[in-house]
């Protein structure tokens, strides 16, 4: 009933308002076409574009009659990949009342700069001014396209520079780039290596190393940049820079020039346009993401890694045949994006079946990989100890161990990891060798040092040491749950429970669903005699998902018995 009443209501507004259309009869507006134009809104407002697609076209009848409807169909059409055709429909069908929207001139002046036609590209942009509407990101796009425009035209920097902070740095590095300025290197160099600036902040550019390499290949300098890769770990690095990596250590320099140019302007506008689209995406705004991801692979389809922000985005949205198609047109070739794709892929089979059957999927195909990387035997290592598959897990960190630097911090990473394999296996001998020997490498790990101390507390082993040990990663760590937790027990085996109880009362605040945490808790406040206290701590135990079997039932036996048997 609410949606008959709805549909009357959208239909007495589009016959009635002169600002919404331009219809002055009933005669002039079909319900069909009505009906199928509102289901298009709301499949778009669900985020099924591509049935809300299928609607629009299925009403197309009302795009010069009916406002709205252009900006709605050029939004799902762009949505869908098909920015050509939405460019195509806007300069058909532009009217001065139908094209009060922002994204109508920018798709145009987008479509000029892929066809470098810079001077109409120009011309759009100018009518785009009327629609920013105070959106500081629509801003941001417009000046910063139109100073790309100036260079691309003027083939020099403009002297007018844009303050928009990091963002004006990657910017300028591609327009000298571009231009084939003699600076470029500098550049580049200051901001690949502008961590206190940039990466302190929380975005992520080292992405960019992959460009400033693709500028040195693109210039001969072959040397140069295998100095430069010699220089990255993979475990460190993100995928676009592994997969760059890569192809320098295995001389296949001439894949970068086949993906991206900074002297083609569309492949400098199409990674502008990324940066905008993962901007949008950190924001959780995936709908305005996956429309500037779309209009970037448009101008330069040959960089197809891109499209893996646009599976992300999918992925969020719970949009798995969407992201399993995008995932498909991920290259074998190309080992880390495919490892991304086999991730993702597995993530989705552990959402739609269940986790045994997404751990069987990753682990079948990585033993299909030839000679995988160190970064993807470390990712399927953590894959399996994450799914309790300790004995695995081992055997790819064994694999990593005899191929690292024994002074790395990464070697003492990979200790403390395979160490806490050996611990939940009961293999006590082995985890300590690994976790003391993690710590020769880095005394003052707090992870490790918490690690360690708490099993050793678990085993009522070293208890005073341990507590030394806690609190120096307490000290560096003030704010970590699992170390205050560690704290907290580490006082309750001395005794000192009125101390225990002031850590643990803190981690339960901050890990209220930890059963661990909550059963601590309730151990420490039955030795304080707050008995019906302890009690709802530990019933709480019983009622979280992470809580095992054999926690079950233990609780059950200290519901009835307390602290008797334990």
Not at 109 to 122: G, H, N, R, T, V
Not at 343 to 365: R, V
Not at 485 to 506: H, N, P, Q, T
């Amino acid at each position: 009933m609410l949606i008959k009443l709805f549909k009357f209501s959208l239909i007495f507004l589009l016959y009635q308002s002169p600002l919404y259309s331009k219809s002055k009869t009933l005669n002039d507006f079909n319900s069909h076409h009505l009906s199928n134009y509102f289901s298009g809104i709301v499949a778009y407002d669900n985020n099924d574009n591509t049935q809300a697609l299928k609607f629009f076209k299925l009403s197309k009848h009302l795009i010069k009659q009916y406002n709205p409807y252009l900006e709605n169909y050029i939004h799902a059409l762009v949505l869908e990949g098909k920015v050509q055709e939405a460019a195509s429909e806007i300069k058909q069908n532009l009217t001065k009342s139908n094209s009060n929207f922002f994204e109508a001139y920018l798709v145009l002046a987008l479509e000029s700069i892929k066809k470098k036609d810079y001077k109409k590209s120009k011309d759009h942009l100018q009518e785009a001014i009327k629609f920013i509407n105070n959106d500081k990101f629509d801003k941001i796009i417009l000046e910063t396209l139109k100073q790309y425009l100036y260079v691309f035209e003027e083939k020099e920097i403009p002297s007018i520079k844009n303050k928009f902070g990091d963002l004006s740095l990657i910017n300028v590095v591609f327009q000298r780039c571009y231009l084939d300025d003699k600076n470029t290197q500098s550049y580049f160099e200051n901001l690949i290596n502008n961590k206190d600036n940039i990466r302190n902040k929380g975005a992520d550019y080292s992405r960019y190393i992959f460009f400033y390499l693709s500028y040195l290949i693109e210039h001969n300098r072959d040397d140069e940049a295998k100095k430069l890769v010699d220089s990255l770990n993979y475990l460190d690095s993100s995928l676009l820079v592994s997969q760059g990596k890569k192809w320098i250590e295995d001389q296949k320099t001439e894949e970068f020039k086949k993906v991206f140019s900074c002297v083609n302007s569309s492949d400098v506008i199409a990674e502008f346009l990324f940066l905008v689209a993962n901007l949008y995406s950190s924001q959780n705004d995936y709908k305005k993401s996956n429309f500037y991801l779309n209009i970037s692979h448009y101008l330069n389809p040959k960089f197809k890694f891109n499209l893996s922000l646009l599976a992300e985005n999918y992925l969020f949205n719970k949009d798995y045949l969407k992201a399993s198609k995008i995932l498909k047109s991920i290259n074998k070739k190309d080992e880390f994006y495919y490892w991304f794709r086999l991730k993702k892929k597995a993530q989705i089979i552990s959402i739609e079946k269940n986790d045994n059957k997404s751990l069987e999927f990753i682990n079948s195909n990585f033993k299909k990989l030839e000679n995988p990387s160190i970064k993807v035997v470390f990712d399927i290592a953590n894959l399996n100890k994450n799914a309790k598959k300790y004995k695995d897990a081992i055997k790819y960190y064994d694999q990593i161990i005899l191929k690292i630097d024994t002074d790395s911090q990464l070697y003492s990473e990979i200790l403390y990891r395979r160490g806490s394999c050996y611990e939940r296996l009961g293999d006590y001998v082995n985890s300590d060798i690994d976790l003391l020997k993690s710590l020769e490498v880095n005394s003052d790990d707090a992870y490790v040092l918490n690690y360690l101390a708490y099993s050793w507390l678990e085993r009522e082993y070293k208890i005073d040491l341990s507590l030394q040990m806690l609190e120096k990663a307490y000290a560096a760590k003030s704010n970590s749950p699992y170390i205050i937790d560690s704290m907290g027990w580490a006082y309750y085996l001395v005794d000192d429970y009125v101390k225990a109880e002031i850590f643990l009362k803190r981690a339960v605040e901050l890990m209220p669903e930890d059963p661990i945490v909550n059963d601590h808790y309730g151990d420490i406040l039955w030795k304080l005699d707050r008995k019906i206290q302890a009690r709802y701590f530990w019933g709480n135990v019983l009622n979280l998902e992470e809580t095992e079997d054999e926690m079950k039932k233990n609780i059950k036996n200290k519901l009835i018995k307390g602290l008797a048997n334990f």
